[in-house]
């Protein structure tokens, strides 16, 4: 592709529509992904219900992109391994549990660190 094209505003525009397309298209697939958006939107009702500090809003949205982002990386390499290797085979349930492992342990800290704000802001 054209350079000047690749780098033109217009492009960077389209790019970004792609990226939320993609995100659109995960969302409205993946039931644990609506899951983490409920979630999400609970943790910040309670911040706001609470009346948090700058800083506590800095680190919830941190581990919120955190557990968000890595969701929709799951489902990609999901996704990705459905289409190159549509039949079981052991590597393959290997790579997909340690992906899905991956946002567990971002989930399990993103629980820890929601109890770290909130309990003493009760
Ligand atoms: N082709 C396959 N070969 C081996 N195991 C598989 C295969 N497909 C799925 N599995 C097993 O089933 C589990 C669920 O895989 P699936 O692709 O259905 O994801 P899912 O239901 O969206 O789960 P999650 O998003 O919670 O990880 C995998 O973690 C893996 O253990």
């Given at each position: ?97 340690a992906?899905?492992g ?21």
């Open positions: 592709m054209n350079s000047d094209l690749k780098g033109s505003k217009r492009n960077k525009r389209i790019g970004f529509r792609f990226a939320l397309s993609g995100i659109l298209a995960v969302v409205k697939t993946e039931r644990n992904l609506k899951i983490h958006c409920f979630a999400s939107v609970a943790v910040l009702l309670t911040g706001i219900f609470l009346s948090i500090s700058p800083i506590e809003w800095a680190v919830l949205f941190l581990t919120m992109g955190l557990v968000l982002s890595l969701e929709v990386v799951n489902s990609v390499i999901e996704r990705v391994m459905d289409f190159i290797h549509p039949s079981y085979h052991q590597e393959v349930k290997v790579i997909k549990d992906s899905a991956a946002v567990l342990i971002a989930a399990c800290f993103a629980v820890m660190i929601a109890l770290v704000i909130f309990v003493p802001n009760l």
